[in-house]
């Protein structure tokens, strides 16, 4: 079927409602036919990018493995190069997998991160911390703690989640500069770190 052009022809706006010449008329993406003074382009916010999911895990990670068998992971705060080892640590620690696991002590020298872990092959742990230290600035907070998410291979090669919370009790007035990761026993063998922090 033949259309006529329209070049004598009016037409309604269909936002504003007045009357305007036919080929005046431009159609939005909406199929809305308006005037000049009524057109909008689309938003580009209607248009969203196409984007993949997001990335859930490491290809081939290469989780921290201790050297020595049967040892866990333990955290001191340090101050002016030394550790904190006054025994005023207050830890607890929780690990599922079929079962739970607890375990918690208080005055220790240390804080405990995790239990036995083992060092074969994909043995080890991936954890995420959240570490709050102390300022002078907050005095009267308190802080020096650490809080620990994440999942660890035992010694016998069992997969463990693990949750742990600790305290350093060592004085209103103890502001720690650093803090030390280290095993029970022996060192960590391999291992991979990322640190994000928040300056005051």
């Not at 690990?95 to 991160?113: E, F, R, V, W």
């Not at 907050?138 to 305290?167: C, D, H, K, L």
Request: net charge negative.
């Amino acid at each position: 079927m033949a259309y006529a052009l329209g070049k004598y022809s009016y037409g309604i706006c269909d936002r504003c409602g007045f009357r305007y010449p036919y080929l005046d008329l431009r159609e939005e993406w909406n199929n809305f036919k308006v005037c000049p003074e009524c057109y909008e382009p689309k938003a580009r916010q209607l248009e969203p990018t196409q984007t993949g999911a997001d990335a859930e895990a490491l290809f081939q990670p290469r989780p921290d493995v201790p050297e020595t068998d049967n040892t866990n992971l333990r955290f001191r705060w340090r101050s002016g190069g030394s550790d904190a080892t006054a025994s005023s640590y207050d830890w607890a620690i929780s690990t599922n997998y079929g079962h739970s696991t607890t375990g918690l002590a208080a005055n220790d020298d240390s804080a405990k991160i995790n239990f036995a872990m083992g060092n074969n092959a994909w043995e080890g742990c991936q954890l995420e911390l959240v570490i709050y230290p102390k300022s002078s600035a907050e005095s009267s907070y308190q802080g020096n703690s650490v809080i620990t998410n994440g999942f660890y291979e035992t010694n016998g090669g069992s997969p463990r989640s693990t949750q742990s919370a600790s305290f350093y009790d060592g004085g209103t007035t103890y502001y720690p500069d650093g803090f030390k990761f280290y095993m029970s026993s022996g060192n960590l063998a391999t291992g991979d770190y990322a640190l994000y922090g928040v300056k005051r």
